[in-house]
């Protein structure tokens, strides 16, 4: 059985192929003719079901999508579902990161409480479809550290941890991440729902 990733990001597909095992996953590298899906959502789940849905509707295939971001507890849970564009622009990690941290410039220490979010969903082009969530907890810090990971990882400390997620070996960081615990809360959903 083959499933459409809602992304053309290699990464994301090599870790649901890691996840997935037994389906043939493929990215939308194999479906040129399908338009990127804009995020339009005011949640994390309205948008991998808009990506999921659209995608599985142009394919004729069971489509797997995700949309997730970093929730500030001191932001009422900014900057959320517009983390990768707070700034302005889309996908501007530098000014992202810059912006929210001149925002919680005097907020102490203690408070800058935050969890990474993550919905990953499934559907079929019947319409039918599921969703999964993950989270990871931690807190912030103020200047970033580490070279491994995107976005905000180099200010985000994992509870538990004392590095940031952009210091985390990949396999760590796929072990504990939000990202990574929405897929896998998924895996059974998509085989339980395929076999049917």
């Not at 059985?1 to 037994?22: D, F, H, P, S």
């Not at 389906?23 to 949640?43: A, K, Q, R, S, Y």
Request: proline share 6%; net charge negative; with cysteine.
């Amino acid at each position: 059985m083959t499933i459409v990733l809602a992304t053309r990001n290699q990464g994301k597909i090599a870790e649901l192929r890691r996840i997935l095992t037994g389906f043939d996953i493929v990215g939308l590298e194999e479906f040129p003719e399908i338009e990127d899906v804009v995020e339009t959502g005011v949640t994390f789940e309205a948008n991998a079901l808009l990506k999921a849905h659209a995608v599985a509707k142009e394919s004729g295939l069971p489509a797997v999508a995700d949309d997730s971001g970093l929730c500030v507890d001191v932001l009422n849970g900014m900057p959320g579902v517009f983390s990768a564009r707070w700034a302005g622009r889309h996908g501007d990690d530098r000014g992202n990161l810059e912006l929210l941290l001149r925002q919680v410039s005097d907020v102490p220490d203690a408070l800058l409480t935050a969890h990474f979010a993550c919905t990953a969903a499934l559907a079929l082009p019947s319409g039918e479809w599921r969703a999964t969530e993950g989270v990871l907890r931690g807190r912030l810090i103020r200047t970033p550290v580490g070279e491994n990971g995107f976005g905000y990882d180099p200010i985000f400390v994992p509870e538990g941890e004392t590095r940031t997620t952009a210091e985390l070996p990949p396999e760590e960081k796929d072990a504990i991440s939000h990202r990574g615990r929405a897929f896998t809360a998924l895996a059974p959903v998509v085989r339980a729902l395929l076999a049917s």
